[in-house]
């Protein structure tokens, strides 16, 4: 065995450092597209020193959010770029932090300060405070084209679905599922306003996804004129392709064919 008794030690290690060890342990060479440093040398000896700096982010993909950390020694250095909203991410439901949150939500049992997580985050805003604003749950695919057969159209659409594709069999019917909701954004938008179309799926392609919205495009005869491709930001470096996970492609919709 490695450890021999239990421990502490003294140097730092980062998530990313999971991938590395694993590897080590199990004997294989690190790829280099793997960022991670192995931390096998303090599991021999807690006096070993791995890292002495480490650094995180918390971002998310349904959510505005973005955080920096950095620690070196006794030292934590944070960086908020959004310290005036709610911190909690509309997935929480998901975990076992979120539920009794979300429960007390759907029985109407919240405070008026509780209810501030489950509202657009700049409704305070002057411009947005004069617009109406209703929150509506449902399936996703449901309540837009119940809402595109109604005859509903909103200036700007913006479709962010959770990864569709899990694995290599899930493709085809990720891309269909890609394509159904391009269908309902655009007759959603109205002539001359903003579709945006995202993907969080790491074997989904932006140009797969402007190939989905083109096909969609035909099918509901609402033409667009792409705009621009975005992904991953520039402190979210990419090391392999199944890392560019995050896509996003922006369309001007044209009047009804």
């Known amino acids: 065995a490695l450890i021999q008794k239990a421990s502490v030690t003294e140097s730092l290690v980062s998530v990313i450092d999971l991938s590395a060890t694993c590897l080590e342990l199990a004997g294989v060479e690190r790829p280099a597209h793997i960022q991670g ?35 070196f020694g006794d030292f934590l250095y944070i960086k908020n770029n959004f310290p005036n909203q709610p911190n909690l991410c509309y997935e929480a439901h998901k975990d076992p932090a979120g539920v009794d949150l979300w429960n007390a939500q759907a029985a109407g049992k919240t405070t008026p300060q509780q209810q501030q997580i489950f509202v657009e985050h700049n409704r305070n805003i002057a411009a947005v405070r004069r617009c109406e604003i209703t929150a509506q749950q449902g399936d996703a695919f449901d309540v837009m084209e119940s809402l595109a057969a109604a005859g509903e159209q909103f200036d700007v659409v913006i479709i962010d679905p959770p ?36 993907s969080c799926s790491s074997r989904i392609t ?39 996970y995050l896509k996003a492609l922006y369309a001007a919709v044209a009047a009804s064919v």
């Open 163 to 198: 990864s569709f594709a899990q694995n290599e069999k899930s493709i085809p019917k990720a891309l269909s599922s890609y394509r159904r909701l391009a269908r309902a954004g655009l007759r959603l938008t109205v002539d001359g306003g903003l579709l945006v179309q995202a």
């Open 206 to 244: 932006i140009d797969d996804l402007g190939r989905e919205m083109r096909t969609a495009s035909r099918e509901v005869g609402r033409p667009f004129t792409e705009l621009r491709r975005t992904g991953h930001a520039i402190d979210h470096p990419i090391g392999f392709s199944r890392g560019a």
């Open 37 to 71: 440093r192995s931390f096998l040398p303090i599991l021999k000896d807690p006096k070993a020193t791995v890292r002495e700096v480490t650094f995180s982010e918390h971002n998310w993909h349904v959510y505005k959010n973005h955080e920096r950390m950095a620690r």
